[in-house]
């Protein structure tokens, strides 16, 4: 008897356990539409409809740039790091005006990014144009992977292969396709020998093989610590090799990806070296500078010629709003090559980087990458806008668009781990931005939340939206800078709980204000003027910019 009621026990305990840990029917969060309107002073500048440009070219969270060009059309790819799909892959007819098709890395067997880390993943992707069998190629690194692979395409708009892994190579990896046909892989590691200080890293090469989609030989050293031994130069990479003329350039960023950041360049008359390194290095750097418009941590640069012979330079830089502080991320920008005796110069040394250039035969078009503009998405369509990303692979059918708008099922999953979120992201694009969007949503409990997610990194964030506190439907304002906090929060009664909320966040610079109005009554604030430095990289670390969310979460069994 004892024994049976023992397993009476047992069984009664297992009931409540599988009660107290099975997930609550996942609730649905329905948003009807977003808006952004973003605003920066350097675009203000007075400027020709034709024949100026605005610096930066893509504006926000699109880093590493990297550029090939086809006939009459430039190709360009930027660095995603923990977002899918991966590598933007974008077009021009004249270097200015960009129109995004796509992602290169759009499905799951191109792309793993499950358990990474936001600021892991695609590290600097190139792209280049094999003239000799007509075919383009991506190079990349998946750093959550640790693994060297490339894609190829004889179209980028239709789409690019299954990855092909490579058997050496290592972080930041282009390839040179020269005029014999032969080809070249760069790459940047720790030197083979071991580092001689901190931070000194080296440039080696292995040939390639297109026939055969392989490396060749061994790997062959060519530039190590960087341009000025003597001063033992940091974190040499984002190397490209160049057939330009008489010579083969070798360049690189040095420094580091904040204000030490720069550009360098070698030269020799063979891709084996020996490498002489150029006098007036660096050939790009924003350093120490009194500028009215700051740009800083510029390098990571890549070289294109135009069909009529004219030498560009695309790069990265960013936008602070006060002293190193930006939360938008690292910028493209666009500048002329200059040359000093077969040397090019993206900008020489004290000239700061200007917000219009001029540029012949360019006719600005109106885009959503550069300058100060506005869009409202319905989510109307069958599909989502090609700025609308995931964070890490995204989980199936775990939103639906049903012509009225986006309506997003909860995962038992948030912010703060390292897995699949229920959220779609857009980029801050401006240090003075609004974002809003109109929510239906009925949490059940505190562990339920929708709304918006300004997202810098898993531990730097802010969580503003619909849950429950106490019992009572309620909104709130959370603070996320390496520990949770409450800012502000609303109590909302019956009624209002059930009617639609609109969501509005206004930042300026690193001051973020958060408002809201119930169906269509008057806008009330929430809370006003917090500090939003954290989302900024100088605090938060990694290398992306803040991203916009439409996000929500239910209850997990700890």
Known sequence: MKKKMSNWRLFLVGIFVVTVCAPMVAQTAHFSYFSYCGTDGRFDEAIKKEGQYRNPILSGFYPDPSICRKDDTY??????????????????????????????????????????????GIFAPAIAYNETNQTFYMVTMNMGERTVFYVKSTDPTQGWSEPIQLRGGGLDPSFLFDTDGKGYLVYTTRPTDGQRYPGEMAVYMYEFCADGDSLKGDQIQLVRGGTDIEEFPEWLEGPHLYH?????????????????????????????????????????????????????????????????????????????YEGDYYNTGRDTYLLPVTWDDSWPIILKSGLCIPPVVDKKDVKLSENYFNGNFEYTDLFDHNQLNERWVYLRNPAKKFYSLDGKGIAMKALPVNVYQRDTLSAIFCRQQHPDFTAETNLSFNPQNDKELAG???LQNNE??????????????????????????????????????????????????GLYSFYYKIANEEWLLLAKDVDATHLTTSKAGGFIGTMIGLYVTSNKCE
């Open 244 to 320: 330009i003329g008489d010579y083969y350039y070798l360049m690189c960023a040095e420094g580091g990806t904040q204000a030490g950041h720069r550009e360098v360049i070698f030269r020799s008359d063979n891709p084996y070296g020996p490498w002489e390194s150029y006098s007036q290095n660096p050939i790009l750097i924003q350093k120490d500078l009194d500028c009215k418009y700051v740009v800083s941590s510029t390098g990571h640069a890549d070289l294109i010629e135009t069909p009529e012979g004219d030498w560009w330079a695309v790069f990265l830089g960013c936008r602070p």
């Open 75 to 120: 190709y360009m790819v930027t660095s995603t790091f923990g977002f899918f799909p991966g590598v933007p892959l974008f077009t021009s007819k004249d270097l200015v005006n960009w129109e995004q098709h796509g992602h290169v890395l759009d499905r799951d067997s191109q792309l793993s990014l499950h358990k990474h880390g936001i600021s892991e």
């Open 452 to 454: 918006l997610l300004l």
């Open 460 to 509: 730097y964030n802010f969580t503003f939206g619909k849950t429950q506190l106490n019992g009572q439907p309620a909104l709130v304002v959370n603070r996320n800078d390496s520990g949770k906090s409450l800012v502000s929060s609303v109590v909302l009664s019956a009624a209002q709980s059930k009617l639609p909320i609109t969501l509005k966040v206004k930042g300026m610079g």
